[in-house]
């Protein structure tokens, strides 16, 4: 059996700089038996986005791939995993309904990491809602990493969606998802058909 290709879905205004692509690309470094990885520098428009995305997925259809997406990237990676049965998908923190939580982002902003600044418009959450996926086929391809503090998304949304699969709900943290590395070897475990979550001892939440 191949081994995995690991694809990071970076978030709204992140990059491949953010801080859980740089610590899992640094684990799959040291480790490369457990797979290949990449982390695409995503378009701020979704439908772009998604076309990037499609062109990665499509190029390995011969092999396995996890898709690990943070927020956003949670988003795009779960409608690739409904289209293509070789993926499946770890969801870091998922933004459920982007087309209605960036409705509040309309007008300028700028990428935290390459500084790129664009405007956010109407036509971007009408692109987002083109993509949503209503429900899943099968729970088994979906590990969820959800921690209850997060300040920007309410995690119990993505908890009821994903009620099936396999999911880490750990009480306090953020919507970074703080000490991402200790779920690192989850993924893994996740990527080989399995399910070895550590316990979810509970952290300091983002406004401690």
């Known amino acids: ?24 690309g640094e684990y799959l470094a040291m480790h490369a038996d457990k797979g290949d990885y990449v982390v695409p520098h995503l378009s701020h428009w979704p439908g772009e986005a998604m ?33 293509y049965e070789h993926c499946r998908a770890v969801l870091v923190n998922p933004a459920m309904y982007p087309y209605l939580l960036l409705s509040g982002w309309l007008g300028d902003n700028q990428n935290i990491y390459t500084h790129e600044s664009y405007t956010l418009t ?56 703080d000490q991402f590395e200790k779920l690192i070897p989850a993924i893994i475990s996740f990527s080989r058909g399995q399910a070895e979550l550590p316990e979810a001892t ?7």
């Open 122 to 177: 109407r036509e971007h959450l009408q692109q987002l809602q083109a993509v949503a996926i209503k429900s899943i086929n099968d729970p088994a391809r979906y590990l969820l990493l959800v921690q209850t503090a997060d300040e920007v998304l309410d995690y119990r949304e993505a908890v009821e969606f994903f009620k099936h699969s396999e999911m880490f709900v750990q009480s306090g943290g953020s919507h970074g998802f």
């Open 202 to 208: 509970p952290l300091p939440s983002f406004t401690e």
């Open 1 to 24: 059996m191949l081994s995995p290709l690991f694809i990071y879905v970076h978030g709204f205004n992140s990059s491949p700089d953010s801080i859980k692509a740089r610590l899992l």
């Open 51 to 83: 076309q990037q995305l499609e062109v990665l997925v499509q190029e390995h259809t011969g092999r396995p791939i996890v898709l690990v997406g943070s927020s956003l990237g949670g988003y795009y990676s779960l409608w690739l995993t409904e289209h």
